[in-house]
């Protein structure tokens, strides 16, 4: 079982950045397919962007495109998702785990990160 740790979280105005990353605890972590999910106050966790083992393949909610970038670095185990623009309906907690779509299970969830975009 791999752990996962989110961080980078914080306060933000409308319009600013924020860059927010994903530590695995072991290098398993760079066999999966990874994504970010984030979950609103009174709202269900749900996908906001995903990426392949090697990089070479992203997907994004329409709501992020062009805003939000994905990468990870396998070395680091580390993901991170780059935030731009940022608008008050991006405020939620962020939590990364496995992309499971095509198979496989989530590991267990870490604590999240939170974001917060102020009007």
């Known amino acids: 079982q791999v752990q996962l740790e989110e961080s980078g979280g914080g306060l933000v105005q409308t319009g600013g950045s924020l860059t927010i990353s994903c530590v695995g605890s072991?290098?398993?972590?760079?066999?999966?397919?990874m994504a970010w999910f984030r979950q609103a106050p009174g709202k269900e966790r749900a996908l906001v962007a995903a990426?392949?083992?090697?990089?070479?393949?992203?997907y994004y909610i329409d709501s992020v495109k062009g805003r939000f970038t994905i990468s990870r670095d396998n070395a680091k185990n580390t993901m991170y998702l780059q935030m731009t623009d940022l608008r008050p309906e991006d405020t939620a907690v962020y939590y990364c785990n496995r992309d499971v779509r095509f198979g496989g299970q989530y590991e267990d969830w870490g604590q999240g990160t939170q974001v917060t975009v102020s009007s």
């Open positions: 072991t290098p398993t972590f760079r066999h999966y397919r």
């Open positions: 990426i392949s083992w090697a990089s070479g393949s992203t």
